[in-house]
């Protein structure tokens, strides 16, 4: 068996896949999930938004939003955070909105709320 130093340099080189039009990408992707099958018009459907800094995260949504919306949907955005933004509604959409992400980008509702409902309790 070979002896290794305890410590050593590793060089590790990962692809980097670059996409010239995303929204093109987007569609393109979402065409082949064939969503027609399980979204029906004017269901509403929540799309969640994190904070992890996705690339290109406005045109993602704005792609997606207009797909639902070609399907007759009725989409909205949720932050999906967890604390950060102070875990405050503001402060979850202040984030969206640093990201580009607005309605007005978006092309529909941003529905940023720290509101919860109890479904159930256990005994």
């Known amino acids: 068996m070979p002896q290794y130093p305890p410590v050593f340099r590793v060089r590790q080189k990962f692809e980097v896949p670059q996409v010239a039009d995303v929204a093109a990408e987007v569609r393109a992707q979402l065409a082949r999930l064939e969503l027609g099958r399980r979204v029906a018009s004017g269901?509403?459907?929540?799309?969640?938004?994190?904070?992890?800094?996705?690339?290109?995260?406005?045109?993602?949504?704005?792609?997606?939003?207009?797909?639902?919306?070609?399907l007759g949907a009725r989409p909205f955005i949720v932050p999906a955070m967890?604390?950060?933004?102070?875990?405050?509604?503001?402060?979850?959409?202040a984030i969206l909105k640093s990201y580009g992400v607005?309605?007005?980008?978006?092309?529909?509702?941003i529905r940023s709320s720290m509101e919860t409902v109890v479904v159930c309790r256990a005994a």
């Open 82 to 93: 967890g604390s950060h933004g102070g875990g405050t509604a503001e402060g979850q959409e």
């Open 43 to 70: 269901d509403r459907v929540a799309i969640a938004a994190g904070s992890r800094g996705v690339a290109n995260l406005a045109t993602i949504l704005g792609a997606l939003v207009e797909h639902l919306k070609g």
């Open 102 to 109: 607005t309605e007005a980008v978006a092309g529909c509702p």
